[in-house]
């Protein structure tokens, strides 16, 4: 794997967007709360640190990850946001249901990139075992929730000059 041992979570922050303009909702699954609570923290802090304002930080919690899209969907029709960031993690386990649970939330985060006009950013982490989530939720390999805000704001931003 040639990331094996990299920290992908560092970014630049004079070439991102100054996102104190923007408000952010982010959908937070419950199912596997230590790993989806880092990457919330991971998120909400790269927001600040980008300038967005603690009060145009709106959360809601869903029970799991398959339940993510329909959060998004509804915090898009009710609230005014700029994005969304979709925040779940979902590890293999003796049964199909990863592959199930992964794919319909992929799709369905898709989908909902295709039919809303508010972009709605992918940070669920799909591993085969906790320690892997850990090591992407905060660990070695960095937080993939700070990814997801970095691509937030460039996403609620673009075409701006």
């Known amino acids: 794997m040639a990331t094996a041992n990299k920290n992908l979570s560092v970014y630049k922050k004079e070439t991102i967007p100054n996102a104190k303009k923007l408000r952010f909702g982010m959908v937070v699954s419950e199912w596997n709360s230590e790993i989806t609570e880092g990457l919330f923290n991971?998120?909400?802090?790269?927001?600040?640190?980008?300038?967005?304002?603690p009060e145009k930080i709106v959360?809601?919690?869903?029970?799991?990850?398959?339940?993510?899209i329909f959060g998004c969907k509804k915090m898009a029709n009710e609230m005014q946001v700029d994005a969304i960031i979709a925040i779940g993690?979902?590890?293999?386990?003796?049964?199909m249901h990863f592959d199930f649970v992964c794919s319909a939330a992929a799709?369905?985060?898709?989908d909902l990139n295709l039919q809303l006009s508010v972009p709605v950013i992918f940070c669920v982490l799909t591993d085969d075992t906790m320690q892997q989530a850990r090591a992407r939720s905060g660990g070695k390999h960095g937080n993939k929730g700070v990814e997801a805000a970095i691509a937030a704001i460039k996403m609620a931003t673009l075409g701006n000059s």
Not at 60 to 67: D, I, L, Y
Not at 89 to 94: H, M
Not at 107 to 110: D, E, F, H
């Open 59 to 68: 959360r809601w919690n869903v029970p799991g990850s398959f339940e993510l």
């Open 89 to 95: 993690s979902v590890i293999r386990g003796e049964t």
């Open 42 to 53: 991971g998120s909400k802090e790269a927001l600040l640190d980008c300038g967005a304002l």
């Open 107 to 110: 799709q369905g985060i898709k």
